[in-house]
């Protein structure tokens, strides 16, 4: 406790009661334990304070990962849908000009 031993806490004591006397001594004691509930309260206060707006912090930076992340994965189904999209059409009009050819080639046989 604040590196006090034993004996210099004794020390004070008589020291005070010396000084301040009997009468008072007991509402000083008592003012002096409501001050420092007091401050251990307001310490307390302040810790969780800055805990929380410490997780809100870490909330927000792994809420702006996630909205990255999931813009990143849109971006990719986007690309994906339009490479299946341009194979598709690629292989349709592949597909297409080869009928027309072969029904070129039948219009020829019957003329």
């Known amino acids: 406790m604040f590196g006090i031993g034993m004996p210099e806490l004794v020390i004070i004591l008589v020291i005070a009661l010396?000084?301040?006397?009997?009468?008072?001594?007991?509402?000083?004691?008592?003012?002096?334990?409501?001050?420092?509930?007091?401050?251990k309260k307001a310490t307390d206060d302040f810790k969780q304070t800055i805990e929380a707006d410490s997780r809100t912090e870490e909330e927000k930076e792994h809420l702006a990962k996630l909205a990255e992340a999931k813009k990143k994965?849109?971006?990719?189904?986007?690309?994906?849908?339009?490479e299946l999209k341009a194979k598709v059409e690629g292989t349709t009009a592949a597909a297409e000009p080869v009928p027309a050819a072969a029904a070129a080639g039948e219009a020829e046989k019957k003329a």
């Open 73 to 82: 994965a849109e971006e990719e189904k986007v690309r994906e849908a339009e």
């Open 18 to 39: 010396i000084v301040i006397g009997p009468q008072k001594l007991p509402d000083l004691a008592k003012s002096l334990g409501k001050g420092l509930a007091e401050f």
